[in-house]
């Protein structure tokens, strides 16, 4: 272990409060949630970097979005022989389940942020 340099860093308690919850989001410790967002943050950029950053966001999005889970299933899961056409085609953005009223209205009701948002200078 002597590749290890051990440390004590001061942060606010909010700070670590954040830092513990995200750690437990990712099933990692404290310590093993902040190396891998420093390492994150100082390496340079790379396909694999983004790709880990990428898949990590869409799994915290489908657990807080539950009706979201099923376009991030067929583009990210291996389900493409549901809906190959619109994967084939590049159409793999997260869009619901066709039918699912409650996450049409979600999608909508996201668009109009995004629009209202874009629309403010």
Do not use: C, H
């Not at 983004?50 to 979201?68: C, G, Q, V, W, Y």
């Not at 953005?93 to 979600?106: I, N, Q, R, S």
């Amino acid at each position: 272990m002597s590749d290890i340099y051990r440390s004590q860093f001061r942060m606010p308690l909010a700070l670590f409060e954040k830092l513990k919850s995200e750690a437990g989001k990712s099933k990692r410790s404290a310590n093993a949630e902040l190396v891998a967002r420093l390492e994150r943050s100082l390496a340079d950029s790379s396909n694999e970097i983004d790709l880990r950053i990428l898949f990590e966001t869409l799994e915290r999005l489908s657990l807080r979005n539950p009706a979201m889970r099923y376009s991030f299933g067929i583009n990210l899961g291996g389900k493409l022989d549901e809906r190959p056409a619109e994967i084939a085609g590049g159409k793999w953005a997260l869009e619901p389940e066709p039918g699912d009223a409650l996450a049409d209205f979600v999608a909508e009701q996201s668009s109009k942020v995004v629009r209202s948002a874009k629309a403010k200078p």
